[in-house]
Structures are given as C-alpha cells and as structure tokens.
T-cell receptor, first 111, second 117 residues
Framework: AQRVTQPEKLLSVFKGAPVELKCNYS??????LFWYVQYSRQRLQLLLR??SRESIKGFTADLNKGETSFHLKKPFAQEEDSAMYYC?????????????FGIGTKLQVIP | EAGVAQSPRYKIIEKRQSVAFWCNPI?????LYWYQQILGQGPKLLIQ????????DSQLPKDRFSAERLKGVDSTLKIQPAKLEDSAVYLC???????????????FGPGTRLTVT
C-alpha cells in the first residue's frame, strides 16, 4: 500500500522568510512524487514533479529516497504563495496510474 | 484548450436522496478520475476510467455509489441513497494517454460541493 504523509495542516510564515512544506511517503516500488497547489477559489493544479527537477514559482523539491521524503522549499515566501499544497505519489504505468494524495498543508504567508 | 467541466457546482440534498454529478474531461484525454475530498483531507480516488472501461474502483462504495463513462468521453457519478458522511467535494480529473511527459499531469475540474443534511 502506498501512503503520503504531510505532518503539518497549517504553516504560517512571514513574507520573505524561507518555506519548507514537509512530505513523507511510503511505497515499495520506485515512486513518482508531485506537488499540487490550490489557490483560493481556483482548481487544484500541478506545481511540480520530482523527475523534472525544475523550479516553479521559486519552489523546488528534492526526492530523498533514503528518508522517503519530498519536501517543498522556497527561500523567500511571497504573499501570493498562500494556498493549499498537496503532496502526491503516483504508481503504476500505462493506462493504470494511481495517484495518492496527502491531506494537504495550508500555507499562510503573513505580510 | 477548455478545461475539465463539472456540474452542478453545488448540491444540497437530504439523506437517503439520490444525486448525480457530471464531468466532461479535456478533449482527447482517455483517462478520467473521480475523487472524493472530505473537508480537511486530501482527494481520495473513487474510480478511474480508461476510455469507457473501469481501471480501478477499489475504493468506490459500490453499495451506494456508481459511475459510468459509456462513450468514453463524459462521465456521471451517482450516489443512491446518500448518507451524511458523503458530504464532500467531488472532483473530476482527466489525463492524456501515454507515458510521456505530457501525460503525467492530471487536470482537475472545479469540483461539486455536496452537502447532505
């Protein structure tokens, strides 16, 4: 069984402070990890995935297989970063790909 | 391109009543998902379709929930009869076929917020 754990339901930081949203996973195979974001009154959307190793809106996330973690980081928080962030794990291939989401962390950036 | 469409956006029903939700995925997306998101939790997969076939419905409460995607395009999710614990946002998502980079992202609809009283 696969599981995604986000230990913090709410994370409050001041504007300009560093941000780290934690995500740990449990999966016996080779995982694909993602971060999805939902801004207020908007749809859930993909932020980034570990394979692409990209920085989106200043956010990065590194897959650490030893610690089974995929924490989302940003060096300087902006007010527009306030949103719900969901870590997700994808397993399977081809037509069958299952995505398991964590419970989400609400990021609140204080001006 | 147009996004995933869902209707209705909101629905309030009494327990033991029936309700149906509709989803129209992005054109060409063979894979369609229905998720249930209870307040304070992440989306939980209910059922996954590949074209008009069910790929995974292991978490669908089949005694009261049903879903279909008869022509492999739009889909309906039905609850009959509804219980209080079914109050949630029901999300539909779709994905392109294949395994390349363009197929890894799920595109979500706006969701239907169901309140069962």
């Amino acid at each position: 069984a696969q599981r995604v754990t986000q230990p913090e339901k709410l994370l409050s930081v001041f504007k300009g402070a560093p941000v780290e949203l934690k995500c740990n996973y449990s999966y016996s195979g080779s995982p694909e990890l993602f971060w999805y974001v939902q801004y207020s009154r908007q749809r859930l959307q993909l932020l980034l995935r570990h394979i692409s190793r990209e920085s989106i809106k200043g956010f990065t996330a590194d897959l650490n297989k030893g610690e089974t973690s995929f924490h989302l980081k940003k060096p300087f928080a902006q007010e527009e970063d306030s949103a719900m962030y969901y870590c997700a794990l994808r397993s399977g291939s081809g037509g069958y790909q299952k995505v398991t989401f964590g419970i989400g962390t609400k990021l609140q950036v204080i001006p | 391109e147009a996004g995933v469409a869902q209707s209705p956006r909101y629905k309030i029903i009494e327990k033991r009543q029936s309700v149906a939700f509709w989803c129209n995925p992005i054109s060409g997306h063979a894979t369609l998902y229905w998720y249930q998101q209870i307040l304070g939790q992440g989306p939980k997969l209910l059922i996954q379709f590949q074209n008009n076939g069910v790929v995974d419905d292991s978490q669908l409460p089949k005694d009261r929930f049903s879903a279909e995607r008869l022509k492999g395009v739009d889909s309906t999710l039905k609850i009959q009869p509804a219980k209080l614990e079914d109050s949630a946002v029901y999300l539909c998502a779709s994905r392109q076929p294949g395994q390349g980079p363009s197929s890894y992202e799920q595109y979500f609809g706006p969701g239907t917020r169901l309140t069962v009283t």
